[in-house]
């Protein structure tokens, strides 16, 4: 000690010893906090994803499901002439021109 105290140079070496042990860890103590903090978030992280992986599953079950029932609902025929005038394709009708033209070219 610098400075003759009442109090035993045993305590006031062990209390200084422990206060030199806390500031000598507390590096160690907040990496591992933020180590544990980083460990927990990448955690969540992962539980989002596959919340959301399971969401997103149910979603294209559920859109398939409405597609396959309308699918069925539908007349076949009447579903092809109604796709065909909403698209205005006119697939038959370039086929039939296509057939004739043909024709025209073909030598007997």
Do not use: C
Not at 16 to 35: D, F, L, R
Not at 53 to 72: D, E, P
Not at 75 to 104: F, H, P, R, W
């Amino acid at each position: 000690m610098a400075f003759p105290t009442n109090v035993n140079d045993q305590i006031t070496d062990a209390v200084t010893q422990s206060n030199v042990k806390v500031v000598a860890e507390a590096p160690a103590m907040a990496m591992g906090t933020i180590y544990q903090s980083m460990a927990h978030s990448t955690g969540i992280l992962f539980e989002n994803a596959v919340a959301a992986q399971q969401q997103q599953n149910t979603l294209t079950q559920a859109a398939a499901n409405q597609g396959v029932m309308q699918i069925y609902s539908l007349d076949t025929t009447a579903a092809a002439g109604a796709t065909e005038k909403v698209a205005q394709t006119g697939m038959a009708d370039n086929l039939s021109s296509l057939l004739t033209v043909l024709k025209a070219f073909r030598q007997d």
